[in-house]
């Protein structure tokens, strides 16, 4: 039926039972994890874990090494300061190489050894090919074809000389005439078959062709019986060397040394060789003009070997300013502004202005200048009248009429008086309404202006021909 016999009972919930879950170090790569919890008996994470970012590399300069011409070098890298791990790798740098450049050698003569080319590193000195000896090449022999004597004819041994220098190797030597024979006494010469009915009989001998300094000469002789001649060989003389004197260099020329030639036949036997021109050696210098304000100056400098010059300029100074002091204007006089001028040469810098007289105040009672004092008018007396009563009128406004322009004080003239009114009503020191100031306001923009009394001032002194 359904009936509950024995009813149950909420038990309590028995709660967690928490655990740590341990956590991980970020490390320079990988993420790490915070420590978490989590139930021990249902596994329901408490305190779930949070990811920590990976900490990145701290990187530190691994020092490179620079290639030199035999030897790589490395450029700068990069490792962790915390893991060690390269971060940058570094790259081999190849080796430049040597940079060549030539060591001039020596050309070798008939009788002297010379020296090949070398190389060495243009940047580091090292010697990449030492240069090495050419052995001298010794003569190169040419043969000079000697001659066959003749009964009556003496002859010439072959020589040889060098085809490069021209030296005599082996000289020729005479080879005498061999003379007649007659073994089967037919009374002819058995060689040559000439007639030889009697033993010549040889005089001295004439030089028939000189020797030179590489060729033998000839000698004949003749039989003084039959004038049968015969000759000989006069050996070659061989060079006479004499000095071809140098020249020493100067500052601008090359100069030579000392050579040898043969001073019979011209041949040169040792070659004069170049010097270098020395170049000039400047003393310091000396002002020959100085310099100006406006001009610039000359210093001539002069070598103390040849005694050559050459100049430089010298910077003009400049002007040096100093004040030209001005000059205040009087009601008579004018002024002039401050200027300048140099202090060295004198030009003025800039140029003083004038400034116009001031004129003279209105008289006072004693008729003199305000200003000045100066007695410019004569004293005023009032007379003495009884006051009179007048009827009052309104005063009548009369429209501005064109009057004199300049004439300030109306008085149908224009003088410095009124450019003196005007450069006072301009700096306020006095009034000038009515006709006056119609009169004096020349460019007709209300204002009076100190511009307008100086163009008044330079029309009464006839400087200007209209205002």
């Excluded at 035999?70 to 971060?87: A, H």
């Excluded at 020596?106 to 070398?118: I, M, N, P, R, V």
């Excluded at 010697?127 to 004597?149: D, F, N, Q, R």
Aim: net charge negative; charged share 25%; hydrophobic share 30%.
């Amino acid at each position: 039926c359904g009936t509950v016999i024995t009813a149950q009972k909420e038990i309590p919930a028995t709660g967690h039972k928490a655990v740590k879950v341990a956590g991980k170090a970020a490390t320079c790569t990988e993420k790490g994890l915070t420590e978490g919890s989590k139930c021990s008996v249902c596994g329901t994470v408490i305190t779930a874990q949070k990811e920590i970012p990976a900490a990145g590399h701290k990187a530190e300069t691994i020092p490179g090494k620079a290639a030199t011409c035999t030897e790589t070098g490395l450029t700068d890298g990069e490792k962790c300061t915390v893991c060690g791990e390269i971060v940058t790798p570094q790259e081999e740098i190849p080796a430049a190489g040597h940079k060549a450049e030539t060591i001039p050698g020596k050309a070798a003569t008939c009788t002297e050894t010379g020296l090949t080319d070398g190389a060495k590193c243009s940047v580091c000195g090292e010697t990449l090919s030492e240069p090495k000896p050419i052995s001298a090449t010794g003569h190169t022999g040419a043969i000079v074809k000697g001659k066959a004597a003749t009964c009556t004819e003496a002859g010439l041994t072959d020589g040889e000389t060098c085809s490069v220098c021209g030296a005599v190797i082996k000289a020729q030597t005479a080879i005498p005439a061999l003379g007649h024979i007659d073994d089967n006494k037919d009374g002819k010469c058995d060689r040559c078959g000439a007639k030889v009915d009697h033993d010549p009989v040889w005089n001295d001998g004439a030089v028939t062709k000189q020797p030179t300094c590489t060729e033998p000469g000839v000698k004949t002789f003749t039989c003084s019986i039959c004038g049968e001649t015969k000759t000989e060989a006069i050996p070659a003389t061989g060079h006479k060397s004499e000095t071809v004197k140098g020249k020493a260099a100067t500052c601008t020329e090359s100069g030579l040394t000392d050579g040898e030639k043969c001073s019979v036949c011209g041949v040169i036997l040792k070659a004069q060789e170049t010097i270098p021109a020395t170049g000039h050696t400047w003393d310091g210098g000396a002002v020959v003009t100085a310099a100006t304000c406006t001009a610039q100056g000359v210093t001539q400098y002069t070598c103390t070997v040849c005694g050559e010059t050459r100049t430089e300029p010298i910077p003009a100074t400049g002007h040096k300013a100093e004040a030209v002091p001005g000059k205040a204007a009087t009601c008579a006089e004018t002024g002039l502004t401050d200027g300048e001028k140099c202090a060295v040469c004198g030009e003025i810098l800039k140029a003083q202005e004038e400034i116009p007289a001031l004129g003279h105040t209105e008289p006072d009672a004693d008729g003199k200048c305000a200003r000045c004092g100066e007695q410019i008018a004569e004293p005023k007396t009032e007379p003495k009248t009884e006051p009179k009563t007048e009827p009052k009128t309104e005063p009548k406004t009369e429209p501005p009429t064109a009057g004199l322009r300049g004439d300030a004080n109306l008085d149908g003239k224009v003088l410095a008086n009124d450019a003196r009114l005007v450069l006072r009503a301009s700096a306020k020191l006095e009034t000038l309404e009515g006709q006056g100031f119609i009169n004096c306001d020349l460019n007709g923009d209300g204002k009076l202006l100190a511009g307008e009394a100086r163009k008044i001032l330079r029309f009464s002194a006839k400087l200007e021909s209209a205002i």
